[in-house]
T-cell receptor, first 114, second 113 residues
Framework: AQSVTQLDSHVSVSEGTPVLLRCNYSSSYSPSLFWYVQHPNKGLQLLLKYTSAATLVKGINGFEAEFKKSETSFHLTKPSAHMSDAAEYFCVVSDYSSASKIIFGSGTRLSIRP | GEEVAQTPKHLVRGEGQKAKLYCAPIKGHSYVFWYQQVLKNEFKFLISFQNENVFDETGMPKERFSAKCLPNSPCSLEIQATKLEDSAVYFC???????????FGPGTRLTVT
């Protein structure tokens, strides 16, 4: 069975400082992992994906994530936060070996302080 | 198209009325998924299609919910006799044939009064 845990429900950083959003997963098979962002009253936008290629994945808007199998983690980082990064971030896991549905984490709300 | 399109953006129904939501997947994508976001951070999988065939319907409430993806038509999700607890944002997503990432539409906000 798959599951994903986002360790922080809310993260607040100052503009220009680094961002770290933590995600741990559990999967019986080799997983695919994704980060999505949801701005208020908007849909979900794919930030980046890991699908068993390079373990360091670069995404849009300066975000990147590193797949660490030994730690079962897929943390999202950005070197310098921007006000426009304030949103809800979801870590998602799928193995597609059993069913096509993906499993969402509970989300992390990122706030940016001026 | 290049984006998943969902209509309408907002839908208000009185309890007991029917609601029908539409989704046009990205051109060339073989898979369509429906999710329900009830609370802000909870996404519930409802159903998926591979072309016009049901792929996985393990999340669908059996009694009042139905969905279709017919050739040359938008996919649809229909709720018969809506209940207050059906109030949610319903997201559609589509995926290319290799079933990698899912691309989400902007959602339809259903309010049942």
């Amino acid at each position: 069975a798959q599951s994903v845990t986002q360790l922080d429900s809310h993260v607040s950083v100052s503009e220009g400082t680094p961002v770290l959003l933590r995600c741990n997963y559990s999967s019986s098979y080799s997983p695919s992992l994704f980060w999505y962002v949801q701005h208020p009253n908007k849909g979900l936008q794919l930030l980046l994906k890991y699908t068993s290629a390079a373990t360091l994945v670069k995404g849009i808007n300066g975000f990147e994530a590193e797949f660490k199998k030994s730690e079962t983690s897929f943390h999202l980082t950005k070197p310098s936060a921007h006000m426009s990064d304030a949103a809800e971030y979801f870590c998602v896991v799928s193995d597609y070996s059993s069913a096509s549905k993906i499993i969402f984490g509970s989300g992390t709300r990122l706030s940016i302080r001026p | 198209g290049e984006e998943v399109a969902q209509t309408p953006k907002h839908l208000v129904r009185g309890e007991g009325q029917k609601a029908k939501l539409y989704c046009a997947p990205i051109k060339g994508h073989s898979y369509v998924f429906w999710y329900q976001q009830v609370l802000k951070n909870e996404f519930k999988f409802l159903i998926s299609f591979q072309n016009e065939n049901v792929f996985d319907e393990t999340g669908m409430p059996k009694e009042r919910f139905s969905a279709k993806c017919l050739p040359n038509s938008p996919c649809s999700l229909e709720i018969q006799a809506t209940k207050l607890e059906d109030s949610a944002v319903y997201f559609c997503a589509s995926s290319p044939p290799l079933l990698l990432e899912q691309y989400f539409g902007p959602g339809t906000r259903l309010t049942v009064t």
